[in-house]
């Protein structure tokens, strides 16, 4: 099976895109914190998963790119439609419907009629527990380096009497994130009796039936036809290349389309570019050319497509110019270097003229 396998930077240069609220320990309301790692070296600001998948719900769904489910609220759990035939967002990035099984009434009678309601509203239940396993993963975005956590200090002073001080902390990062896409996942539901792998009930079947559906009975799923596999996948990769949001936005204006990605069509899930970025003595992040170098010699038969690097002209040029000059040198020819729109551009065309990737 083939994958999507991708690597991105964030350059947050004075931000504080993902935070916690207040923070631990102190009595006063109006102070908030970032997210970070507290290591031995340092704080490792962060931006959760959750987080970024928010950003890129938001960002297809602001774009009209993005056919999103509906939500549904009971009690304490809130859920989708479990719909991923009809809802493009269920299809990618997964759900589990799971209603609370209502507890039957307490009673010393135990003829068959008790029994039988009892059975029905517990097969009913199970029924209605759908959950798919996100074609689309993330990691946790993490700073390539420890930084030092800057708490500013301001004050509300529009009013009369004494003014309302409050403090929140930010910091200068560059946050290094990884994802991944199951290509045949995308766009294929099952119907197996397996936590992760139950996406269509007794409904779904029958709106997968009723719409034509490809059926592949020997491993219990249905397949949306190539074409419409092809425009979701085409959809979120536009809105990963586009991609808005991020807390604070309003005092640090931090655009979060990365300035760097790395892509590339995989066979396996496993993901090649994790251990090729560090930071140099600045603190800025750099390309492990060696480590590059190695994942595309031992992956040379795993690499199916080009390796697509994005990168945005002004943002770390001497580590540009570097890398540039090590592919002239040892003429990398399955590497293609553009502006990121311009690589998940790329990407995309090479996607529909192969489309046995999805396969």
Known sequence: MAFITGLFLIDAPASALNNLGLRKGEADKNK?????ISTLQGQYPYVSAQAFRYWLRETLESNHQLKMSPIERAKDIAYTAADPINYWDDDLFGYMRAPARPKPARNKQTDSSLTASVTDTETDTSEKTL???????????????????????????????HPVPHEHQFYRATLKGLFSLDLYAAGTFSYATKTGYRNLGTRGIEDANS?????????KS????????????????????RLEGGAKQTIHYTDVAPPLVILAVTRGGNHLFGHIIGANELDQAVIKIHALAEVLDINRDDILSPVYVGWVQGYLDAERARFEAWLAETKQDNVVVAHPRRAYEKLIADLRANPDWLA
């Open 211 to 219: 719409t034509g559906l490809e059926h592949i009975e020997d491993k």
């Open 32 to 36: 908030s914190g970032v997210k970070f």
């Open 131 to 161: 959950t798919r396993v996100s074609p689309f993963r993330v990691s946790t975005l993490v700073s390539v380096a420890p930084v030092r956590i800057t708490n500013d200090f301001g004050v509300m002073a529009r009013h009369e009497g």
């Open 222 to 241: 249905y397949r949306l036809n190539i074409s419409e596999r092809l425009q979701r996948v085409t959809a979120l990769l536009d809105g990963l290349s």
